[in-house]
């Protein structure tokens, strides 16, 4: 029973940092990335962050230099350190994984952490 619990999200001022975690249990099979997306009032949920499972990385163009993804293993973690905060970053975000099971990829999700950022 794979589960992903987010957490960390809170709110802060325009400029200050916050750091997501993403704790991980039940997975069984190979993780081809995990990921953070994030999802505002009225938009679309976007990719903010993603790690690969050979530790590559790719960020939205949005956060690039501001925010960084990383994980530790032992832990079966996975972070967002969130640095330089703007308004435009107040969203919901949700930790994502995506598992290589026997039948083919599969999507999982946390239930997603609240950051508002104050101007």
């Known amino acids: 029973q794979v589960q992903l619990v987010d957490s960390g999200g809170g709110l802060v001022q325009a400029g200050g940092s916050l750091r997501l975690s993403c704790a991980t249990s039940?997975?069984?099979?190979?993780?081809?990335?995990m990921g953070w997306y994030r999802q505002a009032p009225g938009k679309q949920r976007e990719l903010v962050a993603r790690?690969?499972?050979?530790?590559?990385?790719n960020y939205a163009d949005s956060v690039k230099g501001r925010f960084t993804i990383s994980r530790d293993n032992a832990k079966n973690t996975v972070y967002l350190q969130m640095n330089s905060l703007n308004p435009e970053d107040t969203a919901v975000y949700y930790c994502?994984?995506?598992?290589?099971?026997?039948?083919?990829?599969?999507?999982?999700w946390g239930q997603g952490t609240q950051v508002t950022v104050s101007s």
């Open positions: 790690i690969t499972s050979d530790g590559s990385t």
């Open positions: 039940g997975i069984n099979f190979r993780v081809a990335s």
């Open positions: 994502n994984a995506v598992i290589i099971t026997s039948l083919g990829p599969k999507n999982y």
